[in-house]
């Protein structure tokens, strides 16, 4: 699993866009980049992946790098719900390897 | 929407006592996981679960823990001699699939067992 960099924290407003960066640097040409997010008190829960194309759900939207050096988490109208830690991780095995994660905090 | 169940929410046991945590993963997956969060720490994973064998074990994962699929339904995780340093949240996790790394990799958690050790 290739090690993946995130900022501390971010902050947004609500309504307003939110683009979390990560850094997967040493990433595999296997490995997909998954990104998880944990509300307060409660456990992880899937956002998004992807492999080399941008990918796009209910949730949000994944930007991948051309390189697949780096990654970018969009989510379109940040809501005071989407507070939480936001996770990279890039794997192809079958473990979730959590770093510390980038903490969203949305203002209203 | 389908969902993992996790029982107890709360388990409060004294040092040296045995605790079994239990799950309800989502009824068409294969693939089982525990994780655990000790306060103000990083999620870690433990152990996944295929086919009735361990498939994969963390360093924390020692002789003490131990997992079960004891029916169709249940996954549990035993701590046979509890300490004070195994405090924390244990989430259980299930996927469809194993190694794809693809949709079927999407890993669902419960909401967790907080296992307070006095």
């Known amino acids: 699993d290739a090690k993946t960099t995130q900022p501390n924290s971010m902050e947004s407003n609500e309504e307003e866009p939110v683009h979390l960066p990560c850094n997967h640097s040493?990433?595999?040409?296997?490995?997909?980049i998954h990104w998880y997010r944990q509300l307060p008190s409660q456990g992880p829960e899937y956002v998004i992946h992807g492999l080399t194309s941008n990918v796009n759900n209910r949730m949000a939207s994944l930007a991948i790098a051309e390189d697949r050096k780096s990654s970018t988490l969009i989510l379109h109208r940040a809501t005071l719900r989407d507070a939480a830690v936001y996770y990279c991780?890039?794997?192809?095995?079958?473990?979730?390897?959590f770093g510390a994660g980038t903490i969203l905090r949305v203002k209203s | 929407e389908p969902e993992v169940t996790q029982t107890p929410s709360h388990q409060v046991t004294q040092m040296g006592q045995e605790v079994i945590l239990r799950c309800v993963p989502i009824s068409n997956h294969l693939y089982f996981y525990w994780y655990r969060q000790i306060l103000g720490q990083k999620v870690e994973f433990l152990v996944s679960f295929y086919n009735n064998e361990i498939s994969e074990k963390s360093e924390i994962f020692d002789d003490q823990f131990s997992v079960e699929r004891p029916d169709g339904s249940n996954f549990t995780l035993k701590i046979r001699s509890t300490k004070l340093e195994d405090s924390a949240m244990y989430f259980c996790a299930s996927s469809e699939f194993l190694t794809s790394g693809g949709d079927e990799n999407i890993q669902y958690f419960g909401a967790g067992t907080r296992l307070s050790v006095l």
């Open positions: 991780i890039a794997t192809y095995g079958n473990k979730l390897v």
């Open positions: 040493t990433i595999s040409g296997t490995d997909y």
